[in-house]
């Protein structure tokens, strides 16, 4: 089924990102993940890539997976790291073979090693690109772009950023999901602002919880979101007197109350990035009214 009519039938909802195992031998514990998270009932499961589309061979496998044996609505990430015209095809021909109905499409990020995304194919620079070729080959399919709250690293503006997502959504993008953030403030007036310029496709918001202090730090650089200070001094603290454990004891938490807020205050619904991590991810859904 496709996502944004599932999204139109059922409001609030909690949808869930998984990361593929770069080796097969941790399919197992993998999938037994997926298994303890079927009772959050998302209403889709979105599966990216590694680093550089590491993963990419994986990724088909498990969507058609979590299609078949577990009953899920899943969304294969798809970005122009190594794409061609033939490699895309024969990718979403293989999804609709899967009885897939969902791609988030990206530009992706540089390949391990490469500080600067360079694009391998003419036909495939941007996100929009994809979003542009997926409409016109397969329009059966529901596809997903991604929306920066605290704007792209590389834009050149809030504006400029903002009308390059109306630009993704124009295309044939259906709806949005938001790169990570920590103030729901920067959230709620992103879409604001989006509505403010005519978009009106559904923004969900995306939610990380932070579990190793290293790591968000690392990673909110790579993507621009930023930490309110006030938490950024109390993860700091935590990892001080607990480590690791203490941080993420912090982090859900935080992710919880973050949930919460944004459902209260009329998100369509809140895209969990899971980190693999079962119990994180059902200690924050727990009491969380969708």
Known sequence: MRIRELMEARRPFVSLEFFPPKEREAWEGFFGVVERLLPVRPLFVSVTYGAGGSTHAHTLEIVSRLKTAYGLEPMAHLTCVGASRDKIRGFLDALRAAGVDNVLALRGDPPKGQEHFVPDSEDFQHASDLVAFIRQEYP??????????????????????????????????????TQLFFDNDKYFAFVDKARAAGITAPMVPGVLPVLSLASIKRFASLCGASLPPAYMAELEAADAAGGAAAVAEIGIEYARRQARDLIARGAPGVHLYTLNKAEAVLSIVSGLDY
């Open 140 to 177: 059966e399919l529901c596809v997903g772009v991604a929306g920066y709250p605290e704007v792209h690293p590389e834009a050149a503006s809030p504006e400029a950023d903002l009308e390059r997502l109306g630009g993704k959504l124009a295309l044939g993008g259906n709806f949005v999901v």
